[in-house]
């Protein structure tokens, strides 16, 4: 695997190295060339992605560059013949990922997905699994709380998170997009919202701060998202924390992540092993998990398909804070 973009999240990726089962890290290349030898040593680091495409072998790229990148570098590995694993959002528009779509439907021999881990945690398998036995009956409703703490050193390092034109959204998108997917894995495709974001905190920067939202799903359930970065103190003293709540007909279960997790049933079967994941940071499994998807052919849960469904949701509630009406969510 070559990477591109060698900022936090690949920081923990070479941390965590020693599991991965079927991924080495061969190359990285990274605007700050001592960020990209830190990750492949100096005799493998780039400052420049054309130059690690001709000097460097390998069979999969992994990107983890600003948002705005995604598309850009997806349809590049794309051209070189390499497959794909894309930090997630997918991109920052609802055109670019029906781009970002066409561009996977073309290279069928190549495979692309994204990196919305939690698909990855046992607690989430075990959360799906059990409502797809239907351990909780007809499913009423669902609450998806995410509860960050960020300061101004999180945009002062990251520039780019600043402006819609580069990060494409606030708090939803880079903090609470993994857990509305898990929302929406769980509940179906999401129909409509009706939302509201605001910057209650940051006031010199263009993406929201915090961001509520009421969705209505295809099959009648109701979800309510509540999204926030600016929770002061941290809830958890080493960490940020997300909550998955559904309600249903025989009872409800309740997920809080986002690693190390853990989930809990009432009034249903207390589901504890049903599920074959091992308890490794999910995204490290995602990585092995993208890893046996082209070595073995085995699914992968992060298609494009899967992954622009969140991106379809918040792009919507994005749309309705700004209408103050009800929104439909776009096909691709």
């Known amino acids: 695997m070559g990477i591109i973009g060698c900022g936090l999240i690949t920081s923990e990726l070479r941390f965590f ?41 390998f069979d999969a790229v992994y990107i983890a560059t600003p948002h705005f990148l995604h598309k850009k570098f997806i349809e590049q590995a794309f051209i070189e013949g390499k497959h794909i694993l894309c930090e997630k959002p997918v991109t920052i528009s609802l055109d670019d990922a029906r781009e970002i779509l066409k561009l996977d439907k073309r290279y069928k021999n190549l495979k692309l997905g994204f990196n919305h881990q939690y698909r990855y945690d046992p607690n989430c398998a075990n959360l799906i699994q059990g409502i797809k036995k239907n351990q909780l009956g007809d499913i009423y409703y669902s609450n998806c709380n995410v509860f960050f703490s960020r300061d101004l050193n999180y945009f002062n390092k990251g520039g780019w998170r600043t402006k819609i034109a580069t990060a494409g959204g606030g708090t939803l998108l880079s903090q609470g997009s993994h857990i509305i997917d898990i929302m929406i894995w769980a509940l179906g495709e999401p129909k409509s919202v009706i939302g509201k974001i605001s910057n209650l905190k940051f006031k010199n920067i263009e993406v929201e701060d915090i961001g509520f939202g009421i969705v209505e799903f295809e099959n009648g359930i109701l979800g309510q998202i509540n999204n926030s970065m600016i929770v002061e103190p ?99």
């Open 234 to 332: 941290r809830i958890r003293a080493a960490d940020d924390i997300c909550e998955l709540l559904i309600f249903g007909q025989k009872g409800r279960v309740t997920y809080l992540g986002p690693w190390p997790s853990s989930i809990e049933w009432f009034g249903a079967i207390n589901l504890k092993t049903i599920t074959e994941l091992e308890d490794t940071p999910p995204f490290i499994t995602s990585i092995n998990s993208f890893g046996e998807w082209i070595l073995e052919d085995k699914p992968f849960l992060n298609t494009t398909e899967e992954s622009t469904k969140v991106l379809r949701l918040i792009m919507a509630l994005y749309k309705s804070s700004k209408t103050g009406k009800k929104e439909k969510i776009e096909k691709l």
């Open 17 to 57: 190295s020693k599991l991965l089962k079927n991924v080495k890290i061969q190359a990285a290349t990274d605007l700050i060339l001592k960020r990209a030898v830190k990750i492949a040593r100096k005799e493998h680091a780039y400052t420049n992605v054309e130059k690690m495409f001709m000097n460097e072998d």
